[in-house]
């Protein structure tokens, strides 16, 4: 059973950073994707950054490109989301996932419960 367990968010004013944890549970970690989303209120969630399994290969959604920067350390079994210049519209419960392969094509398959992160002045 893989559990996923985000921590990091947190009350930030507009223009500030704040970074992300998410720390997995399970064999399969070194082995598989892993992304972060994001569900702000009345609005569905949305996809913000993943990773492939080594690292080498990210995705990030437009509205962040620039912004957010998605990491891993598989030694420790870590994902991370550095966010810089924070907007009020990044106002959201984050959610961390691992997907079912190697690569960011395949299938969410786990979620984790979600870090509130507030932007406002």
């Known amino acids: 059973q893989v559990q996923l367990v985000e921590s990091g968010g947190g009350l930030v004013q507009p223009g500030g950073s704040l970074r992300l944890s998410c720390a997995a549970s399970?064999?399969?970690?070194?082995?598989?994707?892993m992304g972060w989303y994001r569900q702000a209120p009345g609005k569905e969630r949305e996809f913000v950054a993943a990773i492939s399994w080594s690292g080498g290969f990210t995705n990030t959604a437009d509205s962040v490109k620039g912004r957010f920067t998605i990491s891993r350390d598989n030694a420790k079994k870590l994902v991370y989301l550095q966010m810089d210049s924070l907007k009020p519209e990044d106002t959201a419960v984050y959610y961390c996932?691992?997907?079912?392969?190697?690569?960011?094509?395949?299938?969410?398959?786990?979620w984790g419960q979600g870090t509130q992160v507030t932007v406002s002045s």
């Open positions: 996932a691992q997907y079912s392969g190697r690569y960011t094509y395949s299938q969410t398959e786990y």
């Open positions: 399970g064999s399969d970690f070194n082995v598989r994707a």
